[in-house]
């Protein structure tokens, strides 16, 4: 299936997420996500305000991460925090599940942590993505992970934070999408870099994925468009 450049931009995620980042990358980042017209910036939280400032007028959504990036932080912390990034202008949050309690079989803490987080955000129209952190677990607490996140209320399920050994597979997308009912979409991030990466997770219904590469993506998009090709 062919896609135009429009629609693959409306699948990325500009990432800001790195540590080092100075307000100066913030602004020059949010440029590049206007530019492209991209889905969204997802961003350290005390770069919600910043980032917001930034994008309005544009179409571009301002995202947060919460419990970033293990996910250990308790619940009424995560939820402290998405309170807060709502309030600073965030209108989508990519929260980290508790790992460790998933890998404990604690089934219960993790939907709950995940559903505490949901509650918030839905009251303010905001969609919540849920980090597996997938290099963590085996395929079936993988599949356990999607199935708790979708009881939940979350809105995506998400393969990883970036900030791991691993990152997005498309063998964890494909179970991923399986795992879930067609209300809950599926985000890939780490490792999609380049268009031809873009296009194979878009193959196994992604919709959104997160980039720190968004202009070398859409330039070559633009570049094999006025040639003709996909």
């Known amino acids: 299936m062919e896609y135009t450049c429009e629609e693959i931009a409306k699948m990325i995620d500009h990432s800001l997420l790195r540590p080092e980042l100075t307000d100066q990358d913030i602004v020059e980042g949010c440029e590049i996500a206007k530019k492209y017209n991209v889905a969204s910036v997802c961003c350290r939280p005390s770069d919600v305000a910043l980032a917001k400032k930034l994008l309005a007028g544009s179409e571009v959504k301002v995202g947060a991460v919460v419990g970033f990036p293990h996910g250990s932080h308790k619940t ?4 402290f925090e998405a309170e807060q990034a709502i309030k600073d202008g965030a209108e989508e949050l990519d929260m980290v599940i508790h790992i460790g309690k998933l890998r404990s079989r604690d089934f219960d803490y993790v939907r709950e942590d995940i559903k505490a987080v949901c509650d918030v955000a839905h009251r303010h129209g905001v969609i919540v993505k849920v980090i597996l952190e997938n ?15 979708e009881e939940a209320g979350a809105d995506f399920v998400k393969t990883s934070t970036g900030f791991a050994p691993g990152g997005a597979t498309i063998e964890d997308l494909k179970l991923m999408r399986e795992s879930v009912s ?8 780490g490792g999609v870099r380049t268009l031809d990466a873009a296009l194979k997770v878009r193959e196994v219904g992604v919709t959104r994925f997160g980039a720190t590469k968004t202009a070398e993506i859409m330039e070559e998009c633009y570049r094999r468009k006025k040639q003709g090709c996909c």
């Open 76 to 79: 009424e912390t995560k939820v």
């Open 135 to 149: 290099c963590y677990l085996d395929d079936e607490l993988k599949r356990i992970g999607c199935k708790l996140a």
């Open 182 to 189: 067609p209300r809950v979409q599926v985000k890939a991030a």
